[in-house]
């Protein structure tokens, strides 16, 4: 059984910086990638990256390109979320989860992330306000 840790999460200012960490324990072959996903007050859980196990190939959703980057530490069994530029749209509960499959779905509004999901982490709360 897969375990996965988050941390990190906290206050910053917009245009301010926070770097997510996910720590993972147990068996991940199986799985396609390690992604983060996130859930405001009232909206739906978003998939915003994902990163692939077999050869950390990197996907991220359309309104984080760009200011959020996904990688990994393999002796550490860590993902982390670089996240930079922040507004205060980012405010959410973010989450890593062992990811089964990833579709990425491409419309005139960019990219967005369809993922099956395995096991979830317990969440982080990011908070970027004043």
């Known amino acids: 059984q897969v375990q996965l840790v988050e941390s990190g999460g906290g206050l910053v200012q917009p245009g301010g910086s926070l770097r997510l960490s996910c720590a993972v324990s147990?068996?991940?072959?199986?799985?396609?990638?390690i992604g983060w996903f996130r859930q405001a007050p009232g909206k739906e859980r978003e998939a915003v990256s994902c990163i692939a196990i077999s050869d950390g190939d990197t996907s991220y959703a359309e309104s984080v390109k760009g200011r959020f980057t996904i990688s990994r530490d393999n002796a550490k069994n860590t993902v982390y979320l670089q996240m930079s530029s922040l507004k205060p749209k980012d405010t959410a509960a973010y989450y890593c989860?062992?990811?089964?499959?990833?579709?990425?779905?491409?419309?005139?509004?960019?990219?967005?992330?369809?993922?099956?999901?395995?096991?979830w982490g317990q969440g982080t709360q990011v908070t970027v306000s004043w």
């Open positions: 147990g068996f991940t072959k199986d799985y396609y990638g």
């Open positions: 989860a062992t990811v089964k499959d990833l579709v990425v779905v491409t419309t005139e509004r960019g990219d967005t992330l369809e993922a099956e999901v395995g096991s």
